[in-house]
Nanobody, 116 residues
């Protein structure tokens, strides 16, 4: 079965950096685009970044362009989110997602807290 496991979240000061990882299993990773989303309490989950199956194409939310970078290692079945110049408003639970066969699969999420 499809499994997505995020890691790398934590507490960071404004202006700092974190790298999130999402380890995938249960499907052919290199054949699927992957995405990162985030969610804060009381708000809907919002799109952060997307990467094509072999990593050539990427797309970002306007709020993170120029600060976040999505990448993947198909040999390790892992997608990453490098987050730089973090702001208070980046505080959220971050989820990775794969959409296949008409179904969206999500990981359990990893908490990112930006605080001084």
């Amino acid at each position: 079965q499809v499994q997505l496991v995020e890691s790398g979240g934590g507490l960071v000061q404004p202006g700092g950096s974190l790298r999130l990882s999402c380890a995938a299993s249960g499907f052919t990773f290199s054949s699927n685009a992957m995405s990162w989303y985030r969610q804060t309490p009381g708000k809907e989950r919002e799109f952060v970044a997307w990467i094509s199956p072999i990593g050539i194409g990427t797309n970002y939310a306007d709020s993170v362009k120029g600060r976040f970078t999505i990448s993947r290692d198909n040999a390790k079945n892992t997608v990453y989110l490098q987050m730089n110049s973090l702001k208070f408003e980046d505080t959220a639970v971050y989820y990775c997602k794969v959409f296949r066969d008409g179904t969206a699969y999500w990981g359990q999420g990893t908490q990112v807290t930006v605080s001084s």
